[in-house]
């Protein structure tokens, strides 16, 4: 599966932006995906994550209430929804696909197949 985030910007703390993470190839067998970001010199960290086909969604606890993860199935995109912004939430953000059934880990970035080229977030203080 090939991933395309898209939507990453500059923000004052307190705003929005909304990602986006196009996917195309075999995207019929895609079980989950989700969202992680690294900010730098920090490790790379999970974000939200989505069940493809049936949309549980599972968040960080430092994101629950501000962000919010959504798919649309029929074209192929992910998004995140990044509501009331602090300045620790610059990082790159990533998204990520899996297909594997078993052992499904949604906060384990090993459980992943295909991964985006990161879009930036920077909130300025």
């Known amino acids: 599966v090939q991933l395309q985030a898209s939507g990453g910007g500059l923000v004052q703390a307190g705003g929005s932006l909304r990602l986006s993470c196009a996917a195309s190839g075999r995207t019929f067998g895609i079980y989950g995906m989700g969202w992680f970001r690294q900010a730098p010199g920090k490790e790379r960290e999970f974000v939200a994550a989505?069940?493809?086909?049936?949309?549980?969604?599972y968040y960080a606890d430092s994101m629950k209430g501000r962000f919010t993860i959504s798919r649309d199935n029929a074209k192929n995109t992910l998004y995140l929804q990044m509501n009331s912004l602090k300045p620790e939430d610059t990082a790159v953000y990533y998204c990520?696909?899996?297909?594997?059934?078993?052992?499904?880990?949604?906060?384990?970035?090993?459980?992943?197949?295909?991964w985006g080229q990161g879009t930036q977030v920077t909130v300025s203080s």
């Open positions: 989505i069940r493809w086909g049936i949309g549980t969604t």
């Open positions: 990520t696909a899996g297909s594997y059934t078993a052992n499904y880990d949604y906060a384990r970035a090993e459980w992943y197949d295909d």
